[in-house]
């Protein structure tokens, strides 16, 4: 039950009950059993409507904003004016401001930035092993985020850890180790 999908849940739902209203129907000699099976169902019904409704609303909101969904986590995917999802001027008044670019190391986000950088580059007709000495000057810049994330490039960079010469007894004893 856990790799199913929200229909094959909801259906899956759906056959119980249908079933749990025949045998109590038959087992009771009691329409009502019928009935409320039928209301179970139609409430079941909106629950799938209203989820159905949500993940297209989701959908569009995320196209309308460039936006892509990788490893649960919401990231600007490239485009033809912005290949390498780079942070522009525009971004400052847009709602995207804390949202990171999409890792490059996705397969399908590389084939999308070569093809959007690719698009209106002429090849040099000499360059026989596709050095492609044109792209050396074009990448995604570190801080993709605006404001950037200093804090955690700070505390990557600078932060120390209490060392023994500080008269950390427990610290000298893991160094031992």
Same mark, same amino acid.
């Given at each position: 039950?856990?790799?199913?999908?929200?229909?094959?849940?909801?259906?899956?739902?759906?056959?119980?009950?249908?079933?749990?209203?025949?045998?109590?129907?038959?087992?009771?000699?009691?329409?009502?059993?019928?009935?409320?099976?039928?209301?179970?169902?139609?409430?079941?019904?909106?629950?799938?409507?209203? #989820?159905? %409704?949500?993940?297209?609303?989701?959908?569009?909101?995320?196209?309308?904003? +460039?936006? !892509? /969904? =990788? #490893?649960? %986590?919401?990231?600007?995917?490239?485009?033809?004016?912005?290949?390498?999802? +780079?942070? !522009? /001027? =525009? #971004?400052?008044?847009?709602?995207?401001?804390?949202?990171?670019?999409?890792?490059?190391?996705?397969?399908? /986000?590389?084939?999308?930035?070569?093809?959007?950088?690719?698009?209106?580059?002429?090849?040099?007709?000499?360059?026989?092993?596709?050095?492609?000495?044109?792209?050396?000057?074009?990448?995604?810049?570190?801080?993709?985020?605006?404001?950037?994330?200093?804090?955690?490039?700070?505390?990557?960079?600078?932060?120390?850890?209490?060392?023994?010469?500080?008269?950390?007894?427990?610290?000298?004893?893991?160094?031992?180790?």
């Amino acid at each position: 039950m856990m790799n199913m999908s929200f229909k094959e849940k909801i259906m899956a739902i759906v056959y119980l009950i249908v079933f749990l209203s025949i045998v109590s129907t038959l087992i009771f000699k009691q329409v009502i059993f019928i009935l409320i099976g039928i209301i179970l169902i139609i409430f079941l019904f909106y629950i799938y409507l209203f #989820d159905e %409704k949500k993940k297209i609303d989701t959908n569009e909101t995320l196209s309308n904003r +460039n936006l !892509t /969904i =990788i #490893d649960n %986590k919401i990231c600007v995917k490239p485009s033809l004016d912005n290949p390498f999802m +780079n942070p !522009t /001027i =525009i #971004d400052y008044n847009n709602n995207n401001n804390n949202i990171k670019a999409c890792p490059y190391n996705e397969i399908d /986000i590389e084939k999308t930035v070569n093809t959007y950088f690719k698009q209106n580059v002429y090849k040099d007709i000499n360059d026989i092993y596709e050095r492609n000495f044109s792209e050396r000057q074009f990448y995604t810049v570190p801080a993709t985020t605006i404001p950037n994330d200093r804090k955690s490039y700070e505390n990557w960079l600078f932060y120390r850890d209490k060392s023994c010469k500080e008269n950390n007894g427990y610290q000298c004893y893991k160094n031992i180790i």
